[in-house]
């Protein structure tokens, strides 16, 4: 095994910190989000709106869980540095193997709620198509009865 130099959670600490830049793009969109979905709901509490409600609030924790794992990732990086730093080499390769599993579980949970987010914009999409279907077979329907 080669030794680990302080360039190798360098590298680490700057995609991480990407990472956890669009994390936070994300939550802020929720944020909005909620606000919004709460005006519409107590506007029209439909069974869509709840739907909608259950899915934001799944998708906001998953988020949370994306941002601690990446955090816990970062983190553990300027461990490792400061450890290669002192001269304790092992130590510090085991830290930045920690390191790496969060930044992996991190990633794994962002493919699942982007799944979520996907349910979420079929829920939407599939309100919405109701909505059409029924303008267009409204005047389709009023044609036969003349």
Same mark, same amino acid.
């Given at each position: 095994?080669?030794?680990?130099?302080?360039?190798?959670?360098?590298?680490? *600490?700057?995609?991480?910190?990407?990472?956890?830049?669009?994390?936070?793009?994300?939550?802020?969109?929720?944020?909005?989000?909620?606000?919004?979905?709460?005006?519409?709901?107590?506007?029209?509490?439909?069974?869509?709106?709840?739907?909608?409600?259950?899915?934001? %609030?799944?998708?906001?924790?998953?988020?949370?869980?994306?941002?601690?794992?990446?955090?816990?990732?970062? *983190?553990?990086?300027?461990? @490792?540095? *400061? *450890?290669?730093?002192?001269?304790?080499?092992?130590?510090?390769?085991?830290?930045?193997?920690?390191?790496?599993?969060?930044?992996?579980?991190?990633?794994?949970?962002?493919?699942?709620?982007?799944?979520?987010? @996907? %349910?979420?914009?079929?829920?939407?999409?599939?309100?919405?198509?109701?909505?059409?279907?029924?303008?267009?077979?409204?005047?389709?329907?009023?044609?036969?009865?003349?």
């Amino acid at each position: 095994m080669e030794e680990l130099t302080l360039t190798t959670p360098t590298l680490l *600490f700057s995609a991480v910190s990407l990472i956890l830049l669009a994390y936070t793009n994300r939550f802020l969109s929720y944020a909005q989000l909620v606000r919004s979905l709460k005006d519409r709901y107590m506007e029209d509490p439909s069974d869509v709106n709840k739907a909608q409600i259950k899915n934001l %609030r799944r998708r906001l924790y998953l988020t949370r869980s994306m941002q601690l794992l990446g955090i816990g990732s970062l *983190f553990l990086c300027v461990i @490792t540095m *400061f *450890f290669i730093y002192i001269g304790l080499q092992l130590i510090s390769v085991y830290i930045f193997g920690i390191a790496l599993l969060l930044l992996i579980a991190s990633l794994g949970v962002s493919i699942w709620e982007i799944q979520i987010s @996907t %349910r979420s914009l079929d829920i939407y999409l599939g309100n919405l198509e109701d909505r059409v279907d029924k303008q267009v077979d409204k005047p389709k329907k009023e044609a036969k009865n003349q």
